[in-house]
């Protein structure tokens, strides 16, 4: 079966810097785009970032770009999310996600919190 493990989130001070990692199996990871989406108390999830199967196109919210970037490495089965000058408004749990055979799949999340 299809799962997603993320790993990575924690508490960091404004304009710091933390790397997710998402680790999938159940799938041919390397055939299927990879997203990460967030959600914050109170609010609705959002994407946060697209990446395609081999990495060729990726896309980002306004909201993070620039300072995000999403990777992946399919000899791994890992999907990345580094992201850099995080603002107290990044804070949110960070989730994975596959759309395969017209499913969403979701991975536990991981939390992030920027504070000082």
């Known amino acids: 079966q299809v799962q997603l493990v993320e790993s990575g989130g924690g508490l960091v001070q404004p304009g710091g810097s933390l790397r997710l990692s998402c680790a999938a199996s159940g799938f041919t990871f390397s055939s299927y785009a990879m997203r990460w989406y967030r959600q914050a108390p109170g609010k609705e999830r959002e994407l946060v970032a697209r990446?395609?199967?081999?990495?060729?196109?990726?896309n980002y919210a306004d909201s993070v770009k620039g300072r995000f970037t999403i990777s992946r490495d399919n000899a791994k089965n890992t999907v990345y999310l580094q992201m850099n000058s995080l603002k107290p408004e990044d804070t949110a749990v960070y989730y994975c996600?596959?759309?395969?055979?017209?499913?969403?799949?979701w991975g536990q999340g991981t939390q992030v919190t920027v504070s000082s």
């Open positions: 996600n596959v759309a395969y055979r017209l499913s969403d799949y």
């Open positions: 990446i395609s199967n081999a990495g060729g196109s990726r």
